[in-house]
């Protein structure tokens, strides 16, 4: 596609605005290289043209991806070619796509929805596959998996791509048995597939895990979920962070008085105010 470089151009200087993570709701700022990879492999799977997509949670504007690249094959045609749709909780998120979607003239939609909750009745089984980059629990990739399966339409062979941090053999093997009861086969793991700034909970690169509906495909999580989700609800931990410039060791957790690395970013070290530090540890927080 000879249009590919412009395009991640494009998407650089878009993705540089957007707001700043979240690490609290586990979100962690995809590469606009990743955001791309994901548009393109949606294409190669024949889930992109004419096709109506919904992103579950969409803090790596995928929706953005997906409708730049469609306005790039179909030049001129604003939603015959296909219609995307983002749920997310974050406003900060969905007022940027809004405000991106508007001054590009893209198809993308958004919906605010905390995915504690049922998905909204009006986008019950209305698509053609989702994209989810869920929370790093089991408990919240089970959730996201279930919203999104809710959103798809009744069909066998549906996409599902759901990127995913790497984990050890028991995590992944509780998560293939998650897979069975929502009755989804894997079609592909890509190693390595999505990289991340600055990540230092994922390595900085995580998988991209192809699923696909079949005639067994249904919601593992109906109701309303009231379990611990992300990764601070489910252990609260303490990480310390070294300055790059004085070596200075700033604690930083929901406990602290400094709650994430963006915060401590934003403030920058105590000692001397450089604002880039390097994460040296993590370890459950001694608090009570």
């Known amino acids: 596609m000879r249009h590919l470089p412009e395009l991640s151009q494009e998407l650089r ?74 749920v997310d909780i974050d406003e900060r998120f969905l007022q940027f796509i809004t405000g991106v979607a508007k001054q590009h003239a893209l198809p993308i939609r958004c919906h605010r929805a905390d995915l504690r909750q049922p998905l909204p009745k009006k986008l019950h089984r209305q698509y053609d596959c989702f994209f989810t980059d869920p929370p790093y629990t089991l408990q919240g990739m089970s959730l996201f998996l279930s919203r999104g399966i809710s959103g798809l339409q009744k069909r066998k062979g549906l996409p599902i791509f759901l990127s995913f941090a790497h984990k050890s053999p028991d995590f992944a093997l509780r998560m293939q048995q998650q897979f069975v009861q929502a009755g989804v086969s894997v079609r592909e793991v890509i190693s390595h597939f999505n990289e991340y700034e600055g990540a230092q909970m994922l390595g900085g690169k995580g998988q991209m895990i192809v699923l696909a509906t079949t005639e067994q495909t249904a919601p593992i999580v109906e109701h309303a979920f009231t379990e611990p989700l992300y990764t601070g609800e489910e252990a609260r931990s303490q990480r310390l962070y070294r300055c790059q410039k004085c070596a200075h060791v700033s604690k930083v957790g929901a406990r602290e008085q400094v709650a994430t690395i963006e915060v401590l970013k934003s403030k920058g070290c105590p000692r001397c105010r450089h604002a880039r530090f390097a994460l040296i540890a993590r370890r459950p927080s001694n608090r009570d």
Do not use: M, W, Y
């Open 13 to 86: 200087q878009i993705l540089s605005r957007r707001p700043q993570a979240n690490v609290q709701l586990d979100q962690a700022k995809c590469t606009a290289e990743t955001s791309l990879r994901r548009a393109i492999l949606c294409l190669r799977n024949h889930a992109l043209v004419g096709k109506k997509i919904l992103c579950v949670g969409d803090d790596d504007l995928v929706s953005v991806s997906l409708a730049l690249l469609l306005k790039r094959l179909f030049p001129g045609k604003e939603v015959a070619s296909g219609r995307i749709e983002v």
